[in-house]
């Protein structure tokens, strides 16, 4: 069983980035809560097949787009 903070030191990134995946993504696992525990853990093999199976799509890269691109006409 894995938190979110031991799921996004695994993966190398944040662990507001997993919290935000958890929430939004209805194929993540969902949370397992012991009993007298508020500390919502994941089961580490549902986590580790999410992630083998999650299609990722990068954002657009901003940076590189000239000014005025994006179809703002320019005055």
Do not use: C, W
Not at 36 to 41: E, F, I, P, Y
Request: hydrophobic share 35%; glycine share 10%; no cysteine.
């Amino acid at each position: 069983m894995l938190t979110i903070p031991q799921i996004a030191a695994e993966r190398g990134v944040s662990r507001q980035l997993i919290h935000r995946i958890a929430q939004s993504d209805p194929g993540f696992p969902p949370p397992v809560l012991a009993p007298g525990s508020t500390r919502a853990k994941y089961p580490a093999d549902k986590v580790e097949e999410f992630f083998a199976n999650r299609v990722v799509r990068p954002g657009r890269r901003t940076d590189l787009e000239e000014k005025g691109a994006g179809g703002e006409a320019d005055e």
